[in-house]
């Protein structure tokens, strides 16, 4: 079992805090002790989260006063963004959030990227497998822009805190998570859901694409002992689910349900990416977003698993949830929200 410190009288602020991530993460951290504040779009004074735009931090810079450690999570999470405007989110807002963070005298900051960045290494498998054949991603992999604004900015972004870091700025950590899951999520579950109960649910590479699925709670948990941890300071730390499977069987979960017999619908990748660029087409014409297109294609004809041994090494983090539980719980929470019928 993972054991985290108490973190009494530490004071934390959390980017993104009504996301997905950072909603558990606040919860987290407030459980362990911590002073838990945050900034979103949205203000939620319960939860202790202020309005705010992060390339605007004098708007909220009181609320960085005495922080010891900022996690920066917001970013715009999408595969079809404009590239000015990924640019000027994920890159120049993790800047500004940093800056604000160094001249508050926060000690830490965090940033939240994703293993998207070695999107190059999953897709061009026989180019890399002149590299390190058959070898698990894990940090020491080169990365390469490959065309797609949410990966590029954010292989941009860890530039941004690794220099910062090198500089002597703030001492600064990257996390790469895997495929998150769990209640709330909505690239990995509120949307594929959506799309197998219209029947426009579809998976490139017959299937077999490896999906490194990690819960939502094990992710936080590695998250807060990275941040927690001096040694982590200058690292990048991924985080995924212990065993890949492939995206036939964590999709398969939604079939099973919504009550659908038989396994998800499948094609060739080619052939995926032509299906999904033309609904993204379509979308388009009508004004309409989608996360249908090659980027969410090529998302899911990965080949490689991820490599977890540095965050056991110099965590002594371990993913704790299964899929099978981890499903469970994420199934509970649907039937609650009414977004599946009473089992």
Known sequence: MNTLPALNGTRVLITGANGFV???????????????????????????VVAGDINHPEGWRDHLADCDVVVHTAAVVTNNVDPAEAWHINVVGTRRVLDAAAAAGASRFVYISTMGVARFAQIQTDAVERYLPGEPLDERWPLM?????YTDTKIAAEHVALAAHATGRIACTVIRPADIYGPGCRP??????????????????HGTGLFTAIYVDDLVDGIVAAGSNPAAAGHIIHLGGEQPITTAEYFGHFYRMLGKEGPPRSFSTRTAVALAELARLGFRVRRRHTELGRGVMEMLSKTRPVS??????????WPEVDLAEGMRRTEEWLRAEGLLAPA
């Open 22 to 48: 950072g909603r558990a993460l606040m919860a987290r951290y407030a459980a362990l002790g911590a002073e838990a504040r945050g900034v979103d779009l949205h203000a939620d004074p319960a939860r202790a």
């Open 145 to 149: 822009p490959v065309g797609n604004p």
């Open 188 to 205: 990995w579950v509120l949307e594929p859901l959506a799309a197998v109960r219209n029947g426009k649910f579809l998976l490139p590479a």
């Open 308 to 317: 977890n041994v540095k965050a056991h090494e110099l965590l002594g983090w």
